[in-house]
């Protein structure tokens, strides 16, 4: 199995709503990723988890909230988000150097 | 930390033609570098990579050069197609052993 998953693959939500992204893997790697992507934008890096424990965190507001249940999952926790916020999250897992991306979570902020 | 910058934004060419995309990078400790695909409403996909114990990777129409000594390395499409129109990133891993990407290059191939 060499597929990062993430649910949902496009999520609207109004400013004062939380919703959750999801994403997960089954290569056995032990660093997962979160990015942001405006169109035709890089990736920007949000957060890395490494062995379960969150090792970077790139100065990202606090109405995301990441969380790593175990060496598979890796959820964004989404609350009071403005329309600016709108754009596609990738996940990522990885050996080192190596990124795999998810398909991406398409979100919409009204 | 490491600063990686990708030339030319855009990148126009006739369908046969053969592309060039080329990127900088800062931080000499930089041991692996990727290319990345990504077309319209899809993730990036990783199309080639080189690592710096080698100068030249080459897989079918695609190839990738590095300069150490210089801290560039280049993205080559030879026999360009029209599903080769993407916007192509390239990225460097640090001592950080995270990815640093490049800004990107808006491809299109014109049939």
């Known amino acids: 199995d060499t597929e990062v998953t993430q649910t949902p693959k496009h999520l609207v939500m109004g400013m004062t709503n939380k919703k959750s992204l999801k994403c997960e893997q089954h290569?056995?790697?032990?660093?997962m990723y979160w990015y942001k992507q405006k169109a035709k934008k890089p990736p920007e890096l949000m957060f890395v988890?490494?062995?379960?424990?969150?090792?970077i965190n790139e100065s990202v507001p606090s109405r995301f909230s990441p969380e790593c249940p175990n060496s598979s999952l890796l959820n964004l926790h989404l609350h009071a988000l403005q329309p600016e916020d709108s754009a596609l999250y990738l996940c990522?897992?990885?050996?080192?150097?190596?990124?795999?991306f998810g398909e991406g979570s398409r979100l919409t902020v009204l | 930390g490491e600063n990686v910058e990708q030339h030319p934004s855009t990148l126009s060419v006739q369908e046969g033609d053969s592309a060039v995309i080329k990127c900088t990078y800062s931080d000499s400790a930089s041991n692996y570098f990727p290319w990345y695909k990504q077309e319209l409403g899809k993730r990036p996909q990783l199309i080639i990579d080189?690592?710096?114990?080698?100068g030249e990777k080459k897989d079918q129409r695609i190839a990738v050069t590095l300069n150490k000594t210089a801290k560039h390395f280049s993205l080559h499409i030879t026999e360009t197609q029209p599903e080769d129109s993407a916007v192509y990133f390239c990225a460097a891993s640090g001592s950080a052993r995270q990815l640093t990407f490049g800004s990107g290059t808006q491809l299109t191939v014109l049939p």
């Open positions: 988890y490494s062995y379960e424990k969150l090792s």
């Open positions: 080189i690592r710096s114990n080698v």
């Open positions: 290569m056995g790697h032990r660093a």
């Open positions: 990522a897992s990885s050996i080192p150097g190596e990124l795999f």
